[in-house]
């Protein structure tokens, strides 16, 4: 192999990416996002919080106010992770599965709001709330229509309350209850898991209402509110 | 020429398996847990280091910025940015003794202490961040502490057109530390090795170079899509030492860098859901001194040529990771030749790395990867011969796989158990030493513990 001058092939591959770039302009490039969404936030959420990721909660278009409220309730509700770890030291055990992803996801987020200072929890809540939500993903339309049902009536058989007289008609959500509309499917399914499985959760409501939701009806549901 | 292949030789080869192996690795950073409040599966996939997530990939590449550092104005809770590594194993040889009863692979199947290691690993402003690990670590015999990766950044985001530009500039002590996927030198899979294992007789430049070597460079990442890098490194003396503390140039052994040598990097990624790809390259053209305890006159010249991808796919409960990396060196013996340590004038060498990842939840990981290495024959670099004296090989062939599963016992302990085998060994499957020892003699297994603080 002949010995290339690298010295130009650097720069010409550096000039070729920059030239295909503008063809990929990316949801990622909000100008006007505050540092604490840039560095930390987006990891996971996405600049615009439209997170791609199913089993990661949308934040686009969440009341600013609720936002708030959850990352005062993860400041507060348990040992941050580095603390966790070592008292497992002392009492072998194995990795938390106790809910899934979804209370892994949850510690995570306890760690994140202790180390992340209250002007930057306002800028974040602000800044995801003031972000156009994403359209909703199609589903499978049968269970779409049964998800739809239980949002809007509940199941009185069952003592289940209609998801709307909370979450609102267009699942737009208020500072009380979150937005549900167009968000993730696996996250939804994962959260009230996480309601039925543990009393972690500061939510009488959702936890008496997980009580009396089969695996199939929140399955249901999620699609529903995913397409939205 | 009788018994070229010899104790010295078998220690020579450990030597350097372990003068560029043991000071690259680098391990799951504590301080950035405590620093961004998350475990260590945030960064890490299945909580499993170093393999990185594409959220810690960003962490690495946006500066480690994310979090407190020291210098907060609001010091509440501010964490302490530092962290503490130990390992300790046992690792058993198909074979440890030759035909001669000499000691191969030392140690076998007797428990030992690997290296324990500080590290400072910290957001400095909201621009800056650093990371630094120094490692005591067990050489077989004794002990030696010495500078472990070092990686300082700083870095600034822009907004051209609605797009996101971030760009960094990087100061670090390896080529390729500073990268955030495992596909390339100091990141691929195996992950970690025994100190006792066997590896083949040759490896690219590109990777020979850790703690031995200081960078400048800069680099951008545009819409978190296209990277491209440049960066320029040279002997770590002067300013740099203090990334090659330990190290002793004097001694002999070690890469001697001419100067500054270029290195680039350029990688496409994209994330749709839970998936993620990637497609790279990189090279470098190090001139390096045949002699690192007199760094003058003539020198060898080696210029790399990689290309990596990668495929990830990170469910909430199955996480999968496929890697492949192929690297091609050029190698111009100006110096060796001429001084008669290499046979040839020119040459050249390849090195293959194929592997896979599959993680359940955060508690077990399992990989398995394919190795090939394979250059120019050089009798001066590579031969050995039976104790007779007659010719076995002059390659530096050596083809292998690694299989492994890692245990999770919690974020901060992980229990490894793998088996190195190898299929060639410089260039043959059987007699590799001229008096019968097969290839699959150096195989290996290998059980370890792994602690961080």
Redesign the interface.
């Known amino acids: ?1 002949k ?2 001058n ?2 130009r ?2 720069p010409v ?2 000039t070729a ?2 030239l ?2 503008p063809s ?3 949801e ?5 996002a505050p ?1 604490i969404v ?3 936030c ?3 959420h996405g ?1 615009d919080g439209n997170s ?4 990661i909660p949308r934040l686009a278009g969440l009341n600013a106010g609720y936002i708030e409220r959850k990352l005062a309730g993860f400041r507060t509700a348990a040992s ?3 603390d966790e ?2 008292s ?2 002392v009492r ?4 938390s ?1 106790d809910a ?2 979804t209370h ?1 996801a949850t ?2 987020m ?10 930057d929890r306002t800028a974040a809540a602000d800044w995801y709330a003031s972000q156009t939500p994403a359209r909703g993903k199609s589903g499978k339309p049968k269970l779409i229509e049964e998800g739809k049902s239980l949002f809007a009536n509940g199941l009185q058989s069952q003592g289940l309350l209609a998801c709307q007289s909370c979450h609102g008609l267009e699942a737009q959500g208020s500072e009380a209850a979150p937005r549900l509309a167009g968000q993730n499917a ?1 996250y939804v399914v ?1 959260q009230l898991a996480l309601f039925r499985a543990t009393d972690r959760q500061p939510s009488p409501t959702m936890t008496a209402v997980a009580q009396h939701l089969e695996r199939d009806q929140a399955r249901a549901l999620a699609a529903y509110l995913q397409s939205r | 020429m009788r018994h070229r292949f010899s104790v010295l030789h078998v220690a020579s080869v450990t030597t350097l398996f372990l003068s560029f192996c043991l000071p690259r690795q680098a391990y799951g950073l ?1 301080s950035f ?7 260590c ?2 960064c890490h996939v299945g ?1 499993a280091w170093p393999q990185l997530t ?2 810690g990939r ?2 690495k590449l ?1 500066g480690y ?4 550092s020291l210098f ?1 104005k ?1 010091k ?2 501010t964490p302490l940015p530092v962290g503490i590594f130990g390992q300790a194993g046992m690792t058993w040889a198909a074979s440890p003794n030759d035909a001669q009863a000499q000691t191969v692979i030392d140690h076998n199947g007797s428990p030992e202490a690997y290296q324990f290691t500080g590290e400072i690993a910290t957001k400095l402003t ?1 621009f800056m961040g650093v990371f630094y690990e120094y490692q005591v670590g067990n050489m077989f015999p004794g002990w030696k502490g010495t500078s472990g990766p070092a990686d300082v950044r700083a870095v600034h ?1 822009f ?1 051209p ?4 530009l971030l760009v960094g500039v990087d100061s670090n002590n390896s080529p390729t530390v500073q990268d955030v996927w495992n596909t390339v030198p100091d990141w691929s899979f195996p992950f970690y090795s025994s100190p006792q294992s066997l590896s083949g007789p040759a490896s690219p430049m590109i990777g020979s170079l850790g703690g031995q070597s200081g960078s400048v460079g800069v680099y951008a990442l ?5 990277y ?1 890098e ?1 960066s320029f490194y040279r002997a770590a003396t002067g300013f740099f030492r203090w990334m090659s503390a330990g190290t002793s140039f004097q001694a002999g052994g070690k890469n001697y860098l001419d100067g500054y040598n ?1 290195y ?1 990097r ?1 990688y ?1 990624t994209k ?4 998936h993620s790809v990637m497609v790279g ?1 990189l ?1 470098m ?1 190090a001139r390096v001194y045949p002699d690192s305890s007199s760094p003058s006159g003539p020198v060898d010249t080696f ?1 790399d ?1 990689g290309f990596d991808t990668q495929y990830q796919h ?4 199955h996480k999968v990771t496929l890697r492949g990396s192929y690297i ?1 060196e ?1 190698r ?1 013996w100006d110096a060796s030749f001429l001084a008669g340590n290499s046979a040839t004038p020119k040459g ?1 060498l390849k090195a293959l790395n194929v592997s896979g990842t599959y993680a359940y ?3 077990w990981t399992f990989h398995a990867g394919y190795l090939l290495t394979n250059g120019s024959n050089n009798s001066a670099l590579y031969a050995i011969t039976t104790p007779e004296g007659d010719p076995v090989t002059t390659s530096p062939k050596t083809t292998g796989y690694n299989l492994e599963v890692d245990r ?6 992980q229990i490894m158990a793998q088996y190195r085998g190898f299929l060639e060994f410089n260039g043959v499957r059987h007699n590799i030493d001229g008096m019968g020892r097969n290839a699959s003699d150096n195989n290996t297994f290998w059980l370890s513990v792994f602690f961080a ?1």
């Not at chain 1, 990622?28 to 006007?32: A, F, I, M, P």
């Open positions: 192999m010995d290339l690298w010295f092939f650097a591959l550096a990416a920059l295909i770039v990929a302009r990316a990622q490039g909000k100008r006007g540092a840039t560095r930390y987006s990891g996971c600049v791609q990721l199913s089993y941050p992770p580095v770890a070592l497992r030291v072998i055990g194995s990795a599965t899934g992803f892994a510690v995570h306890v760690g994140v709001a202790r180390a992340v200072s209250a002007e696996s994962n | 504590p847990a405590r620093q961004t409040g998350q475990k599966s945030a909580g594409p959220w960003f962490f946006s910025t994310a979090g407190k907060d609001n509440e809770g909201n985001f907004h057109g609605g797009n996101e545009l819409n978190r899509q296209f491209v440049t270029p680039w350029a496409w994330q749709r859901g839970a390259a090279g053209r210029t040529y990170l469910g909430s409960t091609y050029t111009a050249n939840e955060n508690a999770q016992i919690t974020q901060n302990i603080f």
